[in-house]
């Protein structure tokens, strides 16, 4: 697994604004800086540095057609976010049957 591109996919999707432009990007589809701008409470350049942030972890990509930018939601590296969540449960699984089995025997020798 890159820990590195998993770091910065957390990171990304961890602030709450990156998170409604990705929301945003899934359910309409790829759009202009200006028009993703427009549904938020914020500057034009407040929203390019979030974007910026979504960018770097591979979340979104950047389209240029003369003076207009397209952003369009990337979902393939929340893939990496998946297999770790993943890796975590099945950790958790493990933990709670040997948990289960334990309590089974202590019912079992009393």
Known sequence: MNEDALSRILKAAGDTTRR???TL???EGS???TSLASHFDMSLNSVS???KVLEEAGLVT???SGREHYIAAELEPLRLTEDWFVQL???WELRL???ENI???DEENE
């Open 20 to 22: 409604q432009i990705l």
């Open 25 to 27: 990007l899934v359910q």
């Open 31 to 33: 759009m202009r800086v």
């Open 49 to 51: 540095k979030h974007i």
């Open 62 to 64: 950047r389209q240029t």
């Open 89 to 91: 449960k099945s950790i």
């Open 97 to 99: 049957t040997a948990l």
């Open 103 to 105: 309590l089974l025997e």
